[in-house]
């Protein structure tokens, strides 16, 4: 049978991707330091909380298959802008293309150019994956759950005072694993006991708006992919997991009033490979659009490239999973979806 689709699920991947966006769309401020708090520490959660054991050469392709697609895609339009500026040389191509594949494994690096804003997430989640069981050679790691996490979050709070020669190598995705391989143990915990963790009382979570937002505020700004943590790594993991907390028990209370969101929700929540990889280029043309217009100079800028991120992917993401599911990352994605035609049909 069938296992029911859990849809506050999509509803707490949909809200996370458009806050990528908006994360990335809007470069400072309070409402960056807020998003920054736990939008991608929540993914990795939700992550580990959805992970099953895979083959890792199907998480490979599930992964990597995209990154190349969009890399391309990203890569095309950047050195685009680039000979819009300086010229066309087959020189500086070479160049560019020479400094494309460093992301692959290292992050925040100004002699590199990143295909895509958030292509260091997926890489490290596929290394996180692998460790957690996708490589068999590493199946025992979930019964050292809790010793692995502990261990990776007190490296992180205590190598800068321990290991200075850690900042040459803290970019490296290997040692971002170290960072956000907790976030995915505490999903996997979350999955175990859900009835406890998904059950909190409507004053419980009132606590836990109030401690994230004081935590936020404590801990300044946190950005995982400039390995910036904020005053401390240990405020940087509490806060995540409570903001986390507070989004996937809001959620899962609001599922059945939410139900006219779940088809759009859904569709993003299967397509947020998709809007990773297409929404740097999204934001860059509407910035462009509206400096030839006049509204380059307000702050809120973030909220149009925002919204014309979602317009314009929501039918690529449509198109792709039926007509080319593994550049989304999904199989077998055309069954599914007549599957749930049917079923919004009936409804």
């Known amino acids: 049978m069938e296992q ?7 509803l707490a991947k ?9 994360g990335h769309a809007c470069p400072s401020g309070w409402e960056h330091q807020t998003i920054y708090a736990f939008h991608m520490p929540a993914f990795f959660i939700l992550s580990g909380h959805l992970y099953k054991a895979h083959s890792w050469k199907q998480t490979a392709r599930s992964l ?9 895609i990203n890569l095309i339009y950047s050195h685009a802008l680039n000979i819009g500026t300086n010229g066309l040389s087959l020189q500086a191509i070479g160049a560019y293309l020479g400094k494309s594949w460093q992301p692959f494994f290292v992050a925040n690096h100004g002699a590199y150019h990143t295909p895509f804003t958030g292509q260091w997430f997926l890489i490290v989640l ?8 996708d490589l068999k050679m590493f199946d025992w790691t979930t019964k050292w759950r809790w ?4 261990v990776c979050i007190l490296f992180t709070w205590l190598q800068p005072m321990i290991w200075e020669a850690y900042a040459a190598i803290q970019d490296w995705h290997l040692a971002k694993v170290i960072v956000c391989w907790p976030f995915l143990i505490i999903g996997t915990y979350i999955k175990e006991f859900k009835e406890k963790m998904l059950s909190l009382k409507a004053y419980q979570l009132l606590i836990l708006l109030a401690a994230g937002l004081f935590l936020t505020i404590q801990n300044k700004a946190v950005d995982i992919y400039e390995s910036s943590y904020g005053a401390s790594p240990l405020l940087m993991y509490l806060n995540a997991t409570l903001i986390t907390l507070l989004i996937c028990n809001g959620l899962s209370r609001l599922e059945k009033r939410l139900s006219l969101l779940y088809s759009p929700a859904e569709i ?3 397509g947020t490979l998709v809007i990773l990889g297409c929404h740097s280029i999204i934001i860059s043309l509407t910035t462009i ?3 030839h217009i006049g509204m380059g100079s307000s702050r809120l800028n973030y909220i149009p490239a925002t919204l014309a991120t979602i317009i314009i992917t929501y039918p690529i993401i449509i198109f792709l ?7 989304a990352g999904k199989r077998k994605v055309k069954r599914e979806l007549k599957n749930k035609k049917g079923l919004l049909a009936k409804r």
């Open 268 to 270: 993003l929540s299967r």
């Open 14 to 22: 949909a809200l996370l991707i458009i806050c990528v966006v908006l």
């Open 321 to 327: 999973l039926d007509k080319a599911p593994v550049l």
């Open 64 to 72: 990597f298959i995209p990154i190349l697609f969009f890399g391309i």
């Open 289 to 291: 659009l509206l400096n």
């Open 147 to 150: 010793q692995i996490m502990v």
């Open 4 to 10: 029911q689709r859990e849809y506050w699920i999509d």
């Open 126 to 133: 596929f290394l996180c994956r692998c460790l957690m069981g």
